[in-house]
């Protein structure tokens, strides 16, 4: 009896760790500390998570509105894709990170434009997530290619993402052309000020405004709620 008694909770243990283990996948950010919590993450462009509140009334867009096509010089595809924010996935170790497997996926954008036009004009955009009275944190990366590195700034709306237009506020974070290291992915945040916008829904837009670079590549969105 008591071997058997041992063999059950053996069995129960295996039970309750694969529950777990589901529930992390379930949820890929799993909080680390005891100081955040979060709101919204997404490693993976087929794979988010979105917390219950917010999550009836979350979509995501992505727009071309520069209307100039892709050098063919570039090598890169000139199908839509690239033109506005498409979802690509790359199985080369350079394109991998912490969290993923044998697989990156991540969304891109090319700036090479025939005839050396100008500018880029490619936007991202998610929402709405309601921001906590604490605040909350923004997390993104990105990558450029090495001497070309795309710019691209981040901007926060209030009032929607019915069209870009709804993204009037100043930039909260900016990346000039060649202004920092590529061939490398970077990560970055942005402090949400509960303050400000506590209690209201968020609209987020990354919008890609570079001129005759080459590639962007953005990945690993976070909403990370602040607990203080």
Known sequence: MKYNNL???FFISIILLSCKKDLVRDNPFDAKSDNTEPLLTWYAHDD?????HDSPDFYIRSEDLDGLQIDPA??????????????????????????DQDTARFI??????????????NWFEFGPITIPNSGATLRFSYKGVTGYEDGFEVL?????MDNVFDFTNPAVFFKADQSYEGGK?????VIIDGLIYGGRKLYFA???NAHNMKRLRLDNFQV?????
């Not at 990370?224 to 203080?228: E, G």
């Open 74 to 99: 570039s090598g890169f595809s000139t199908d839509s894709a690239y033109m506005a924010f498409g979802n690509f996935y790359s199985i080369d170790t350079a394109n991998l990170m912490s969290n």
């Open 7 to 9: 063999f059950i909770l």
């Open 48 to 52: 988010y998570f979105v917390n219950e």
């Open 224 to 228: 990370i709620k602040l607990i203080k």
């Open 185 to 189: 992915w970077h990560t970055d945040g």
């Open 206 to 208: 990354f919008h890609h």
């Open 108 to 121: 891109a954008a090319c700036s090479w434009f025939e005839y050396d036009l100008c500018c880029a004009d």
């Open 156 to 160: 926060f709306s209030t009032t929607g």
